[in-house]
């Protein structure tokens, strides 16, 4: 069983630019959750989506934002890119049930000039 | 609202000491409580976890039982080895609010 996929591993931009950061979440599980990890401020939670609708939202600037498609992969997009908004970005999925287990991709390191 | 606090790494141990790692939570209600491990360039990986108090989790060697009365889930290993090294994150789900909240980290590092 294939694991949760992050795409791109890195990413370079400048400040201004926006990007998206892509996850497929393990086959059935249909609920994906965003971190952003940085060593100043640790994990922190961006947002959660299950079947296309965000369950659950973290206390991030409008702009971040993500979405969920019907196959339950997810994208999280960055506008006017900040350069406070260089982190790893980290997806995790579930089965979305409750207190279960998440399954966590490598990640998205992103760097902003 | 809910939070977790861990001691601040990092942690130095030599091949085969005991570790402990501290986590002390805050949280209304009753959460369920993890630690997770994340290796040098990788995601997160559940470690183990406990969801009612007093029950103790235990992977690969680590354990942490759910203390309710002192809020505290520390991570105990009787021997660490040098692939232990990694960075630990103590994690609980609100069970107000469903999210799950880590705390910030502690890197173990372990010398041979």
């Known amino acids: 069983k294939a694991g949760v996929t992050q795409t791109p591993r890195y990413l370079i931009k400048t400040r201004g630019q926006q990007v998206t950061l892509s996850c497929s979440p393990i086959?059935?599980?249909?609920?994906v959750s965003w971190y952003q990890q940085t060593p100043g401020q640790g994990l922190q939670f961006l947002f959660e989506?299950?079947?296309?609708?965000?369950?659950n939202k973290g206390n991030f600037p409008g702009r971040f934002s993500g979405r969920q498609f019907s196959n339950s992969r997810s994208e999280m997009n960055v506008s006017t890119l900040e350069l406070g908004d260089s982190a790893l970005y980290l997806c995790?999925?579930?089965?979305?049930?409750?207190?279960?287990?998440?399954?966590f991709g490598s990640g998205t390191q992103l760097s902003v000039l | 609202g809910d939070s977790v606090t861990q001691m601040e790494g990092p942690v130095t141990l030599s091949e085969e000491a005991f570790l402990t790692i501290n986590c002390t939570y805050t949280?209304?209600?009753?959460?369920?409580l993890f630690w997770y491990v994340q290796y040098p360039g990788e995601g997160l990986q559940l470690l183990l976890k406990a969801t009612k108090a007093d029950d103790k989790g235990s992977n690969k060697g680590f354990e942490a039982t759910y203390r309710k009365e002192t809020t505290s889930f520390h991570l105990e290993k009787g021997s660490v080895q040098v692939s232990d090294s990694a960075v630990y994150f103590c994690a609980l789900i609100s069970s107000n609010t469903g999210k799950l909240i880590f705390g910030q980290g502690t890197t173990l590092q372990v010398k041979p």
């Open positions: 995790a999925s579930s089965t979305g049930s409750g207190k279960e287990k998440l399954f």
């Open positions: 949280a209304t209600g009753y959460p369920s």
């Open positions: 086959s059935g599980h249909r609920s």
């Open positions: 989506y299950f079947s296309e609708t965000q369950r």
